[in-house]
């Protein structure tokens, strides 16, 4: 069906190569594009290495195009996936111009995170066919794909784009209002708040939260999402939980002191040795190892 389909994406980095790496797969024709001259010389380089560790052929970079030139890149596209770096700005201006090249019935992504897509899109003539389409990284070993209906988005547009990652082998899910964060985000991050004031609180070391959620239920969240769980303890056990819990989990409007302070001393994390953890090249390097061999692993599993 979608075999003879051609793919644009926007961006080499890691997220741009690792979806031109899921279509390629399937024997889809991609290009690639990116204005930086490096980010192209090195995107087959990039995915070479992410076949390789999958142990998989490297015939699939026969598929890929890379190409600096923007117009000739979209100019016969049936869908051109957007994902260039989280600014807003940015993104308005890529799409602005791709509207001069693309077809009228072209599919028009974004692989945005957590902007809303309609703000993307702002005052542009798009005629349905604009769909948010947020891959999670590494894109080609999570499953997910967000598909974000907007207020100018079809409901045709956005079953063709998840009929597209179906046949690439992707797990779409519609998520059908255009709210910032989308329903992925949202979650995770309405947990790293609540993480992080209990940090700032004295409540837990940040050593301590991280011990809590992967030895509790961290480990049944892969076969049981929070929905399910409140069906299987029951709705009525979550009732009187909630109104014991609710009133007291953080509900601040904007990030946490203790988060704020971190940023402005430069504690950034590992890219900084220190953020709520210390962190050398070795613990840095072993955190990644773990990451990518548990993804192998679940990936490898599920065949």
């Not at 239920?217 to 014991?244: K, Y």
């Amino acid at each position: 069906m979608f075999s003879s389909s051609q793919i644009t994406v926007i961006g080499a980095g890691l997220m741009g190569c690792g979806i031109a790496q899921v279509f390629a797969n399937k024997a889809i024709q991609v290009t690639l594009y990116d204005p930086i001259e490096g980010a192209r010389n090195s995107a087959k380089q990039k995915i070479a290495a992410n076949l390789t560790a999958l142990s998989q052929s490297l015939s699939s970079l026969d598929y890929i195009h890379i190409s600096d030139n923007l117009e000739s890149a979209v100019v016969d596209a049936d869908f051109v996936i957007e994902a260039a770096p989280e600014k807003l700005p940015l993104k308005r201006e890529i799409f602005a111009e791709i509207l001069r090249y693309a077809a009228p019935d072209t599919i028009l992504a974004s692989n945005t995170s957590v902007i809303p897509i309609k703000d993307i899109f702002d005052g542009m003539e798009c005629n349905g066919r604009i769909v948010g389409c947020h891959w999670w990284n590494p894109p080609y070993l999570v499953p997910l794909v967000e598909v974000v209906q907007s207020e100018k988005t079809t409901i045709a547009t956005v079953e063709r784009m998840m009929s597209l990652l179906a046949f690439a082998g992707k797990k779409p899910v519609h998520i059908q209002k255009d709210v910032p964060g989308f329903v992925g985000n949202r979650m995770q991050h309405a947990l790293w708040r609540e993480a992080i004031a209990l940090i700032n609180d004295g409540v837990c070391t940040a050593e301590g939260i991280d011990e809590v959620v992967k030895n509790s239920f961290g480990l049944r969240m892969p076969v049981l999402g929070p929905i399910e769980n409140a069906d299987l303890v029951g709705l009525d056990l979550t009732l009187d939980i909630h109104n014991v819990i609710l009133a007291s989990i953080n509900r601040d409007k904007g990030p946490s002191d203790i988060l704020k302070e971190k940023v402005a001393k430069g504690e950034l994390g590992i890219k900084s040795g220190h953020g709520f953890k210390h962190w050398t090249e070795e613990s840095a390097q072993t955190l990644r190892e773990n990451l990518s061999k548990y993804l192998l692993n679940t990936v490898n599993s599920k065949g």
